[in-house]
């Protein structure tokens, strides 16, 4: 499936964020039935902070294989228009098909970096980005192409994780990850481009003020993501999870096994009466475009 790539739409560090996904995207395609019941209720309550309307248009940054977008495109029905945008031309064909095969037609696709300005088509009256931003290497960027997206009194809503203690699942597998590729000490839990990166208190709502956004709001979600047992974690982290998929990448196979027997028996202790529930927090935050700017 060819999906355009406006020119100008992906940026320098952009070719090996997409290679990376285009690697996770079967398996984050695959998991959309756990990603789905696990995200649900903090998507619910990023797309109430957009207050969409029937017939509103929408842009959905780093849209992956779609889940999100799915719910967006019934929000504003078919007198609406998303456009879903992503670095990786593979997860998002994935959101071309299940789309296209769940009949919403008013959703357009383009391949595009988020740092970058939006290709065609603004004003819109509201911006997500559902567990992508703090992926930019450059957030700054990506709330400035947002805001420029944006009509005045435009919406925007983004999910990321919360701070690294409230979140001990993703800690404990880039910590063991980093042990078995010998990777000790040394990196900031918040580094740029990384799932924490947003995560410092006050950073998300100072990033939105500096881009010109009013109306700021940053509050911290559970978001549990309660599955049969330990395993099926594992195996949705070892088919989907780009970040700690990477990190592993370069060890041969039995290292690689090993430091996923390591993650299953750290992670173990989530197990309780109602199967296996692993901690995560995430950070919605929302603002408006001013009317006047
Ligand atoms: C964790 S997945 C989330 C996908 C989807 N929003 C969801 O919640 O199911 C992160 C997505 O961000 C995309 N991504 C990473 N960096 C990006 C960038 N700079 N611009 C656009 N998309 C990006 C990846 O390709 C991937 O689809």
């Given at each position: 499936m060819n999906l355009p790539t406006p020119q100008?739409?992906?940026?320098?560090?952009?070719?090996?964020?997409?290679s990376a996904w285009d690697r996770a995207a079967d398996?984050?395609?695959r998991s959309t039935p756990l990603i789905h019941a696990w995200l649900a209720p903090a998507t619910a309550a990023m797309?109430?902070?957009?207050?969409?309307?029937?017939?509103?248009?929408?842009?959905d940054l780093a849209a992956g294989a779609g889940d999100q977008t799915k719910d967006v495109a019934q929000a504003v029905g078919p007198t609406g228009h998303v456009l879903a945008t992503d670095i990786s031309p593979r997860i998002l064909a994935f959101a071309q098909r299940n789309l296209g095969a769940a009949g919403l037609a008013h959703v357009r696709?383009?391949?595009?970096?988020?740092?970058?300005?939006?290709?065609?088509e603004a004003p819109f009256d509201a911006v997500l980005c559902r567990l992508g931003l703090m992926l930019c290497a450059n957030p700054a960027a990506a709330l400035a192409s947002a805001f420029e997206a944006l009509r005045p009194g435009g919406r925007f809503a983004a999910l990321v994780f919360g701070e690294p203690a409230h979140n001990p699942c993703i800690t404990t597998l880039m910590r063991l990850a980093r042990q078995h590729r010998g990777l000790n000490?040394?990196?900031?839990?918040?580094?740029?481009?990384?799932?924490?990166s947003l995560a410092e208190p006050g950073r998300l709502a100072g990033l939105l003020a500096a881009a010109g956004y009013a109306d700021i709001e940053v509050e911290p979600l559970a978001a549990p993501f309660a599955l049969p047992d330990v395993a099926t974690y594992i195996a949705f982290v070892r088919d989907s999870g780009s970040p700690i998929m990477e990190l592993l990448a370069p060890l041969d196979?039995?290292?690689?096994?090993?430091?996923?027997?390591?993650?299953?028996?750290?992670?173990?202790?989530?197990?309780g009466e109602r199967g296996w529930v692993g901690p995560n927090?995430?950070?919605?935050?929302?603002?408006?475009?001013?009317?006047?700017h």
């Open positions: 100008g739409a992906t940026g320098p560090g952009a070719s090996g964020a997409a398996g984050w395609d797309l109430a902070r957009l207050r969409l309307r029937p017939g509103a248009r929408v842009l696709y383009a391949v595009a970096d988020a740092e970058q300005a939006v290709p065609g000490g040394g990196a900031s839990p918040y580094t740029a481009g990384g799932l924490f196979p039995s290292a690689q096994a090993a430091a996923w027997q390591a993650m299953a028996a750290a992670l173990q202790p989530f197990t927090e995430l950070l919605l935050c929302s603002a408006t475009r001013p009317l006047t």
